[in-house]
C-alpha cells in the first residue's frame, strides 16, 4: 500500500509549504480529498486524487483550456501525476450554495438570478469555443452507460420483483429511441456537474470571469443542453421557477439559432437522462460506499423527473416509470440496504 500522507506531505514541503496549516475540507461523492494549505502569505487548496480512481490528467488538461477561453479556473501551481497530488488557486468559500444559503458574507449582496445569469454567460462563452483535444465524446453509448445507473442500482433495491430482463430491455429500448434526438446545435465542451456546489462567486473580478469553476475533470463533449440542465435541475438545492425561466430565456436570446422547442425536447430528454443517472449514482453511494445520506436528495431528484416527464417526448419513460418504479417507490424510506433495513427518511 502507498502511504499517501507521506507523499502529501513530501509534496507539501518541495513547495515550501511544510510550516503550512493544513485544514482538511469535506469529502464530496467522489475519490478525491481536498485540503486547504494556510501559509503566512497566501492560501492554497491541495486535490488528493488516486490515480488508480481519479483522471488528473484530464482536470489539467480541461484547466488550462477554461483559462485559454478566459474563465476562472484555478491557476496550478504544481501537480505531480504519478501521485495524484496538485496545488491549486483557492478561491474561498462564497460558493454558489454559500451565498444563496445566507452562509457568506455576500449573502446580502446578490440574489439567485444575480449568480445564475453570470453562470448561463459561462456557458454561452463555452458555446463560442473551439474543441480541446483529448476529450471524449459524450456520445450515446455513454449517456446510455449512465440511464443504465437507475436499472443497475436502484431498481434491485426498490422493486427487485420487477428487475427482469424484459423490463431493463423495454427501458433500453425508450432510451435508445430518445438519445437519438438530443441536437440542437454543435457540440460543445460540456463540464458536466456544473452546478451550485461547484461553482464560485467572484464579484471582484470581471464579466464571466465572476464565476469560479471547480470539478471538471469529467468534461466531454456533447450538447450545450446538458450543463443548462445540471445547473437549474440541481440534486441539492432548489432553483426558483422563475430563475429557471429567466436563466433559459437568457440563453436563448443568445443562441438565437437555436429553434425554442427543439431546445425544449432536448432539455425535457436530458434532463430526464441526467435525474435517472443521478438517482442510480445515490443509490450506489449508499450500497457501495456506504455513504447513506446522498439518499436524502433522492425527493428532489424525482421531483425534477416527475415534472420533466410531462413533456410529450417523453411519454414512453413516463408510462415505464409508471409501471416499473410508481410513486410510492421513489421515496427514500422505500429503498433496502439489505433484506432486513429499509432506510428511514
Known amino acids: 500500500m502507498i502511504d499517501r500522507e507521506k507523499l502529501i506531505v513530501n509534496f507539501i514541503n518541495k513547495n515550501n509549504l511544510s510550516n503550512a496549516q493544513r485544514i482538511k475540507l469535506s469529502n464530496d461523492a467522489s475519490f478525491r480529498r481536498y485540503e486547504r494549505i494556510v501559509a503566512e502569505t497566501k492560501s492554497l487548496m491541495l ?10 490528467e484530464s482536470f489539467v488538461n480541461i ?3 477554461l483559462i485559454r477561453r478566459g474563465l476562472s479556473a484555478p491557476e496550478i501551481y504544481d501537480v505531480d501525476e504519478k501521485n495524484g497530488l496538485m496545488l491549486l488557486e483557492d478561491f474561498g468559500d462564497n460558493s454558489f450554495t454559500n451565498v444563496l444559503a445566507g452562509k457568506s458574507p455576500l449573502s446580502d449582496k446578490y440574489s439567485e438570478k444575480d449568480l445564475y445569469l453570470p453562470a448561463i454567460d459561462v456557458l454561452i462563452q463555452l458555446d463560442r469555443s473551439t474543441l480541446p483535444r483529448k476529450t471524449p465524446d459524450y456520445d450515446g453509448e455513454l449517456l446510455m452507460k449512465e440511464c443504465m445507473l437507475l436499472t443497475d442500482w436502484y431498481l434491485p433495491n426498490t422493486n427487485p420483483n420487477a428487475n427482469t430482463n424484459i423490463v431493463v430491455e423495454e427501458y433500453i ?4 429511441n430518445l438519445l437519438n434526438f438530443n441536437k440542437v446545435s454543435e457540440d460543445v465542451v460540456v463540464l458536466r456537474d456544473y452546478h451550485a456546489d461547484n461553482l464560485m462567486w467572484l464579484p471582484e473580478r470581471n464579466g464571466v470571469m465572476n464565476v469560479g469553476l471547480l470539478d471538471f475533470q469529467d468534461a466531454v463533449i456533447g450538447s450545450p443542453v446538458y450543463d443548462i440542465v445540471s445547473l437549474l435541475e440541481d440534486a441539492r438545492r432548489d432553483v426558483s421557477e422563475e430563475t429557471v425561466e429567466a436563466c433559459i430565456n437568457h440563453y436563448l436570446s443568445a443562441r438565437k439559432s437555436i429553434d425554442k422547442k427543439t431546445f425544449e425536447a432536448v432539455y425535457a430528454i436530458l434532463a430526464a437522462q441526467r435525474n435517472c443517472k443521478i438517482v442510480g449514482i445515490f443509490a450506489r453511494l449508499a450500497i457501495r460506499d456506504d455513504k447513506t445520506r446522498y439518499l436524502n436528495y433522492l425527493p428532489r431528484v424525482w421531483n425534477h423527473l416527475e415534472k420533466g ?3 410529450p417526448v417523453l411519454q414512453p419513460l413516463k408510462e415505464w416509470l409508471q409501471a416499473v418504479l410508481p410513486k410510492e417507490l421513489r421515496k427514500p424510506s422505500a429503498f433496502i ?5 429499509a432506510v428511514v427518511g
Open 47 to 56: 486535490m488528493d486524487a488516486p490515480p488508480e480512481k481519479e483522471n488528473i
Open 337 to 341: 440496504l439489505n433484506e432486513k433495513e
Open 63 to 65: 484547466d488550462n483550456y
Open 309 to 311: 416527464l410531462s413533456h
Open 173 to 176: 429500448n425508450i432510451w435508445n
